[in-house]
């Protein structure tokens, strides 16, 4: 059964674009409850330890340095089949392959600055929820 919540985080380069507002706002137009949220700013600490999963990858040292490089916006969505509809909403990591009206085709920069980070899975997005915000922080 799919989880009803999902992660996202607007990143660095949309909040220092000023999309913040127009980012959630694609996002409630989507459907999505705003369950928990907060503007925050990574350590690379944090930062490292979010995308730990990409330790090995050739872009991770970039990756950490992008996402502590200025506030965020993290939050927590709900809504039925959370995970994958947020990802279609968000559309392709690469901008340039994102479908028309998704997220990052309308506010990512590049391959590399592509606006916000979307959970992959159902158990990430618990996780990523969990990394993020308290029990207490989280209204349904």
């Excluded at 959370?82 to 559309?91: K, M, S």
């Excluded at 009206?101 to 990430?124: K, M, P, W």
């Amino acid at each position: 059964m799919a989880s009803n919540i999902t992660f996202t985080m607007i990143k660095p380069g949309a909040v220092r674009n000023g999309h913040i507002g127009a980012i959630l706002n694609e996002i409630n137009k989507g459907g999505f409850k705003i369950v928990a949220m907060k503007y925050t700013k990574l350590s690379a600490e944090k930062a490292g330890e979010f995308y730990a999963v990409h330790k090995e990858r050739p872009f991770y040292g970039e990756l950490v340095e992008f996402m502590s490089s200025g506030p965020i916006v993290a939050a927590v969505l709900q809504k039925d089949n959370a995970v994958e509809d947020f990802r279609t909403l968000i559309g392709a990591t690469n901008p340039a392959d994102a479908a028309e009206g998704t997220i990052r085709q309308l506010f990512a920069t590049s391959i590399g600055e592509n606006a916000v980070h979307g959970s992959d899975s159902d158990e990430n997005a618990q996780i990523e929820a969990n990394f993020h915000f308290a029990g207490t922080e989280m209204f349904s």
